[in-house]
């Protein structure tokens, strides 16, 4: 990562895990999942509370809804004192620790609209599950995670072209969607585009404040069940602002109320402040580190390499797009790139390598016509073993368990004379 340390780190509620996580990356924000927690509520509430539909919907509401630390705690103490959890430890222990998991709590942070629970993690996990298994050899490991990942740029590759060659349909064609259609990729252009629609539709200047040379406005927004008037301070010099939502400071598109501002301004583009490199359709054309894939242990050493190359690609990319569909400049291109490339497999040392010899340049020697030190017996670390059932879920077992007769007391049960609890010790 070029000596970066991350920003944000997700977890589940491994104590170990937090005490290291604290210990080594000291400036950032480490935050638990909320899958994890939220999987735990059903169960540590109790069965009464879990078949509830009203304290369920009042319960997830507070969660994911609370807007603000105020409004959460708020709403927490109400629905603990309506359902009377108060004396509930774990629901206790839950609220001592919420800066740790509501989201009220850190909407300033960057979570890229996604990064509250380790499903990310999860779903990797689970891809590279398809290409290996523990019982691989360090090399065999290391060329099936690489065709791994040739299978995802592979996807990326049929996304890119998608997002450059087609157009997404226009609903309102207005001057800030088209230059939204522009900027971002599909994905990303829906969300925002939503956002526009409803800024369109259902959201109005309700009264606007200037002090100095900046621009207060309160926004009514109609989209919810509930109107809600948000707060939307705009600086007029350079169109940046900041709404009382957040959704900007966490997912990196502008929300319906900063675009209700910008399109009562008249713009009919997107100001620079508001898009994130991230989600426009040229954001992978600005390699980080080297193309062969070898991520170097000192990155700053040879951040010069680095940046020529990632100018070579940018300017790779404008012949590209200068081109376009015209196939008399695509074949005088492809005739150079050609020639250039037999020009550099002259050069010495510039011939192609082969699987065989990336190999043995990762392990640092030559491979043996005959392999006579075998692998090491796996060695089982955490999470490779039995997974732990929940208690819900032992429960839930038991219950699909088909019922047979017991000598012992005599009924219809999930245990036989063996198990029985009414069985005496001899």
Same mark, same amino acid.
């Not at 019982?135 to 995670?145: D, K, P």
């Not at 009924?411 to 609890?421: E, G, I, M």
């Given at each position: 990562?070029?000596?970066?340390?991350?920003?944000? $780190?997700?977890?589940?509620?491994?104590?170990?895990?937090?005490?290291?996580?604290?210990?080594? #990356?000291?400036?950032?924000?480490?935050?638990?999942?909320?899958?994890?927690?939220?999987?735990? *509520?059903?169960?540590?509430?109790?069965?009464? @509370?879990?078949?509830?539909?009203?304290?369920?919907?009042?319960?997830?509401?507070?969660?994911?809804?609370?807007?603000?630390?105020? &409004?959460?705690?708020?709403?927490? /103490?109400?629905?603990?004192?309506?359902?009377?959890?108060?004396?509930?430890?774990?629901?206790?222990?839950?609220?001592?620790?919420?800066?740790?998991? $509501?989201?009220?709590?850190?909407?300033?942070?960057?979570?890229?609209? $996604?990064?509250?629970?380790?499903?990310?993690?999860?779903?990797?996990?689970?891809? =590279?599950?398809?290409?290996?298994?523990?019982?691989?050899?360090? *090399?065999? #490991?290391?060329?099936?995670?690489?065709?791994?990942?040739?299978?995802?740029? +592979?996807?990326?590759?049929?996304?890119?072209?998608?997002?450059?060659?087609?157009?997404?349909?226009?609903? @309102?064609?207005?001057?800030? %969607?088209?230059?939204?259609?522009?900027? =971002?990729?599909?994905?990303?252009?829906?969300?925002?585009? +939503?956002?526009?629609?409803?800024?369109?539709?259902?959201?109005?200047?309700?009264?606007?404040?200037?002090? &100095?040379?900046?621009?207060?406005?309160?926004?009514?927004?109609?989209?919810?069940?509930?109107? /809600?008037?948000?707060?939307?301070?705009?600086?007029?010099?350079?169109?940046? !602002?900041?709404?009382?939502?957040?959704?900007? +400071?966490?997912?990196? $598109?502008?929300?319906?109320?900063?675009?209700?501002?910008?399109?009562?301004?008249?713009?009919?583009?997107?100001?620079?402040?508001?898009? *994130?490199?991230?989600?426009?359709?040229?954001?992978?054309?600005?390699?980080?580190?080297?193309?062969?894939?070898?991520?170097?242990?000192?990155?700053?050493?040879?951040?010069?390499?680095?940046?020529?190359? !990632?100018?070579?690609?940018?300017?790779? #990319?404008?012949?590209?797009?200068?081109?376009?569909?015209?196939?008399?400049?695509?074949?005088?291109?492809?005739?150079?790139?050609?020639?250039?490339?037999?020009? @550099?497999? %002259?050069?010495?040392?510039? !011939? /192609?390598?082969?699987?065989?010899? &990336?190999?043995?340049?990762?392990?640092?020697?030559?491979?043996?016509?005959?392999?006579?030190?075998?692998?090491?017996?796996?060695?089982?670390?955490?999470?490779?073993?039995?997974?732990?059932?929940?208690?819900?879920?032992?429960?839930?077992?038991?219950?699909? /368990?088909?019922?047979?007769?017991?000598?012992?007391?005599?009924? =219809?049960?999930?245990?036989?004379?063996?198990?029985?609890?009414?069985?005496? !010790?001899?």
């Amino acid at each position: 990562m070029g000596g970066h340390k991350p920003t944000l $780190i997700i977890t589940d509620q491994d104590p170990s895990m937090k005490v290291a996580i604290e210990d080594i #990356f000291k400036s950032f924000v480490h935050r638990f999942c909320m899958w994890h927690i939220m999987k735990k *509520v059903s169960e540590k509430v109790g069965v009464s @509370l879990n078949g509830n539909e009203d304290f369920n919907k009042s319960f997830k509401s507070c969660v994911w809804g609370s807007e603000t630390p105020l &409004d959460f705690e708020t709403t927490w /103490k109400s629905i603990m004192c309506r359902f009377e959890c108060d004396k509930n430890k774990w629901l206790s222990h839950m609220f001592d620790i919420r800066s740790m998991w $509501i989201p009220a709590y850190f909407k300033e942070v960057f979570l890229a609209g $996604i990064l509250r629970t380790t499903s990310r993690s999860e779903s990797e996990n689970s891809f =590279y599950g398809n290409f290996l298994n523990p019982h691989v050899s360090l *090399v065999e #490991f290391w060329m099936r995670y690489d065709s791994a990942i040739e299978a995802q740029r +592979q996807k990326e590759l049929l996304a890119d072209n998608n997002s450059l060659h087609s157009l997404p349909k226009l609903l @309102l064609d207005r001057g800030l %969607e088209r230059h939204g259609r522009d900027v =971002y990729t599909h994905e990303n252009f829906y969300i925002f585009q +939503q956002e526009l629609w409803i800024a369109c539709v259902d959201c109005a200047v309700e009264n606007k404040k200037e002090e &100095d040379g900046m621009e207060t406005l309160h926004i009514i927004d109609n989209s919810e069940k509930n109107s /809600k008037l948000r707060e939307v301070v705009y600086n007029p010099s350079n169109h940046n !602002s900041i709404c009382s939502c957040k959704m900007f +400071q966490d997912q990196g $598109i502008p929300c319906r109320h900063i675009l209700c501002v910008l399109k009562g301004k008249g713009l009919n583009e997107i100001p620079d402040n508001y898009i *994130v490199n991230r989600w426009t359709k040229f954001a992978n054309r600005k390699p980080l580190f080297d193309i062969a894939d070898n991520v170097s242990e000192k990155c700053s050493e040879f951040e010069n390499d680095n940046k020529l190359i !990632s100018d070579l690609w940018d300017h790779f #990319f404008k012949c590209v797009d200068k081109a376009r569909m015209d196939k008399e400049k695509l074949h005088f291109m492809l005739n150079e790139v050609v020639n250039i490339e037999k020009q @550099l497999d %002259e050069f010495e040392g510039g !011939s /192609k390598q082969t699987k065989d010899d &990336d190999i043995q340049t990762f392990i640092g020697s030559n491979i043996p016509d005959q392999v006579e030190i075998l692998p090491p017996k796996m060695s089982k670390t955490k999470g490779s073993g039995k997974r732990i059932k929940g208690g819900k879920e032992k429960a839930i077992e038991q219950q699909q /368990k088909r019922p047979r007769h017991c000598n012992t007391c005599n009924q =219809y049960v999930t245990h036989d004379s063996r198990n029985c609890p009414q069985k005496t !010790s001899p």
